[in-house]
């Protein structure tokens, strides 16, 4: 793997490859853009197959990360970083203040937070190292609701440029994934009288989806294959790719989960096959508002009144989609980018030359 060439091609401005050997932690943090702000974005920790791997989920996480900051309105640019290893060790306090001290010593350009494989508890210990974190208890929190606020009001957006209506009361929804996002969301759709129909690897997270909302369970395997009107991918990423797209047999595509496309020309096999997507990283943008609501001191209901605006920006990127006849995975970048571009070509005011203070 050429590091140089990958973080170029990509547009990264660093990446940090960090082991602790006392703890056996072993961190990468990847640093997209901070045209917007300091690089915010969670911690994964996660067994990955190999060093490569785990080095380009980083770098893919926090180049969507830049955009999904962007197209929410935030101050904050994209990173990410990921912890490889088990994550249902309990040995947890020690090998996070180790992640807290090279978060640490990036000097605030990066802020992390709660992300797969991690929780409050854990940002709690991040915190005894730097205060360049966010999503701890008593604060923000569990960002989920937020989340599941934000997916369910875009797809409410879909639904009304689908079908002129975003009424999903009589809608059939697949929730592949039911755990505190796909939970939430399930409650949302529930409230409103929508029909689920669920899958999860945990047994238990099923059964209390199913217990509180009616939904129907059906295995990992054949969540992919239900006819339904919706889909909403809130499992892991890259989900829709050559051999499940083929499969779908619903108009929508509307989920939490990052990265769902497995490579851009999927957004075009959707697009082909008349399914309507929705890019993840406006849907799932929730998250990241409820971290920055810990950074800017909002409280939790200005965080839900910000994940509804998730609502008018999804209807935004089909109008963008539709003008300049591109997929809308395509026209969400394009939405980001021109934040991007519109900030960093502002002019740049210096302080008086040379700046020293008085002796």
Known sequence: ?????????????????????????????????????????GTRFWHYASDEEAIIDALRLARGMTYKNAVAGLNLGGGK???????????????????????DSLGGRYVTAEDVGTGTLDMDFVH??????????????DPSPVTARGVFRAMQATSKHRWGTDDLSERTIAIQGCGNVGYN??????????????????????????????????????????????LAPCALGGGLNDDTIPRLR????????????????????????????????????????????????????????????IYQTILGVFDIAKADGVTPHVAADRLAERRIQAVRGMTRTWPPFPNKSEA
């Open 81 to 103: 970083s990921v912890i490889i290893g088990d994550n249902r060790t309990p040995n947890r306090e020690m090998l996070f203040r180790a992640h807290g001290r090279f978060v």
């Open 250 to 309: 619903v108009e929508l595509v509307v989920g939490a989960a990052n990265n769902q496309l497995l490579e851009d020309r999927h957004g075009t096999m959707l697009q082909d096959r008349g399914i309507t997507y929705a890019p993840d990283y406006v849907v799932n943008a929730g998250g990241v508002i409820n971290v920055y609501s810990e950074l800017a001191g909002w409280d939790r209901i200005r965080s839900l009144r910000k994940a509804d605006e």
């Open 128 to 141: 005894m190292e730097t205060n360049y974190v966010a999503g701890m208890l008593g604060k923000s929190g």
């Open 1 to 41: 793997m050429k590091l140089f060439d990958t973080i170029s091609a990509m547009g990264h401005e660093q990446l940090v490859l960090a082991h602790d050997k006392s703890t056996g932690y072993r961190g990468i943090i990847a640093i997209h853009d901070t045209t917007l702000g300091p690089a915010l974005g």
């Open 185 to 230: 969301l399930a409650r949302e759709l529930h409230a409103v009288g929508a029909t689920l129909i669920v899958a999860d690897i945990d047994a238990e997270r099923v059964k209390r989806v199913v217990n509180e909302t009616g939904a129907r369970a059906v295995s990992v395997a054949d969540i992919i294959d239900q006819d339904a009107d919706i």
